[in-house]
């Protein structure tokens, strides 16, 4: 049996201010995984766009460490999937965001997916874990996944990998 | 952090066991081990105006199993229905899930699922929904093979939307099988009511030889 999970992409960012874009994504896989491991530039919200679009065609459904107490969060008709609250793309200290999207060639329905993030809070005292789920109102095949409202330092790491069912 | 290389020795393949109380027996010969090499498709499914599906004759040999689910049902509400699990044969052993989760206007929850002949699984949007909404799961099942421990899953599911009309849910969830027995088939189903159309359920092993 082949193995399914494979690398499709990966950026090492050597200089501060990086963005990615990742285009013409492989349309032969079952789902995908983003993988950013590293630190931002500037604080702030965190997000993702699909396709180069920015319109309100967004929503996520969260739930989070918010100093120390459970709390959740519920967004509709955003410009990107926000992976995490506001200021939390922390600067100093190192995130990790694990982004599945799921089912991500059907052109017939919306995409869903999963957003797992891990970051130290730059704003506020202790770390921040938070999960969410997402929905992208297309019907369009994802074949572009790119940053938005954020860069990131040098030292950073994204990966997106391919996974490809039976 | 690397280990030592007195545990290392010619062959990557480490056992490190730790000795309270008794006698530990060092083996004669080396034990087969078999590291974890990939990720690999087992099955798929996409069912649709059925309540259930079964992955049957699950090979042995993996390390742990994950279960992505895409899923929406025939329900006609407005809400989420339940997607459910159990192993092997239906009615043996008792099942546990616990979970944390969040449901728009409702803030946090967290407790207990009031059944024990199954698994809460993953949530699946209705039909009813406005906007044809499909829910998301991913479920792990460590060691699922052992013939000498309990069995135990994780999942992570939920609901988003980009409208404001739709109803929106998250849950983490983990549960137990109290029993010993290997997993060879798993049975994901609905209670009382059918998949939708567009559901697609996929079976992922990670290790073993494939």
Redesign the interface.
């Known amino acids: 049996?082949?193995?399914?999970?494979e690398p499709i992409t990966k950026l090492s960012v050597t200089s501060g201010g990086t963005t990615f874009n990742f285009t013409s994504i492989p349309q032969t896989y079952?789902?995908l995984r983003l993988v950013i491991a590293g630190y931002g530039t500037a604080t702030g919200f965190g997000g993702i766009i699909i396709n180069g679009s920015t319109s309100?065609?967004?929503?996520?459904?969260?739930?989070y460490n918010s100093s120390n107490s459970?709390?959740?969060n519920?967004y509709?008709?955003?410009s990107n999937i926000y992976f995490t609250a506001a200021g939390d793309f922390a600067t100093s200290y190192p995130n990790l965001i694990i982004m599945?999207f799921?089912?991500y060639t059907?052109t017939?329905?919306?995409k869903?997916?999963?957003v797992?993030f891990y970051g130290k809070r730059p704003s506020a005292s202790g770390n921040v874990i938070e999960?969410?789920?997402?929905?992208?109102?297309t019907t369009s095949a994802i074949s572009a996944i790119s940053h938005n409202t954020f860069t990131l330092a040098e030292g950073s790491e994204v990966s997106l990998w391919g996974?490809?069912?039976? | 952090m690397s280990l030592p290389a007195r545990l290392l020795g010619a062959n990557p393949s480490i056992q490190v066991s730790s000795l309270l109380s008794g006698s530990l027996s060092t083996p004669s010969a080396k034990q087969a081990y078999t590291p974890i090499t990939?990720?690999?498709?087992?099955?798929?499914a996409q069912p649709s105006g059925v309540s259930s599906v079964t992955f049957s004759n699950i090979p042995s040999f993996y390390s742990h199993l994950e279960i992505?689910i895409?899923t929406m049902s025939l329900g006609g509400s407005t809400g989420n229905d339940d997607v459910y699990m159990y192993f092997n044969t239906y009615g043996v052993g008792t099942y546990a899930t616990t979970y944390?989760?969040?449901?728009?206007?409702t803030?946090?929850e967290?407790g207990n699922i009031g059944i024990s002949d199954a698994l809460w699984a993953s949530y699946a949007y209705t039909n009813g929904n406005p906007?044809?909404?499909?829910?998301?799961a991913?479920i792990i099942i460590p060691n699922y093979s052992s013939t000498s421990q309990n069995k135990t899953m994780y999942t992570?599911?939920?609901?988003?939307?980009?409208?404001?009309t739709?109803n929106?849910?998250?849950r983490?969830a983990g549960g137990v099988w109290n029993q010993t027995s290997a997993i060879s088939s798993i049975t994901i189903f609905m209670g009382g009511v059918n998949f939708k159309g567009?559901t697609?359920i996929?079976l992922?092993a990670v290790g073993g030889e494939?």
Do not use: W
């Open positions: 049996m082949p193995q399914t999970y079952s789902d309100a065609i967004y929503g996520t459904q969260g739930i459970v709390s959740q519920s509709d008709g955003n599945d799921i089912n059907n017939s329905y919306a869903t997916g999963s797992s999960e969410r789920v997402f929905c992208v109102n996974i490809l069912r039976a | 990939g990720y690999y498709s087992v099955a798929s992505k895409h944390l989760g969040a449901n728009i206007g803030d946090t967290a906007n044809n909404r499909y829910s998301y991913n992570k599911s939920g609901t988003a939307s980009d409208s404001s739709d929106r849910r998250i983490i567009g697609r996929d992922y494939g």
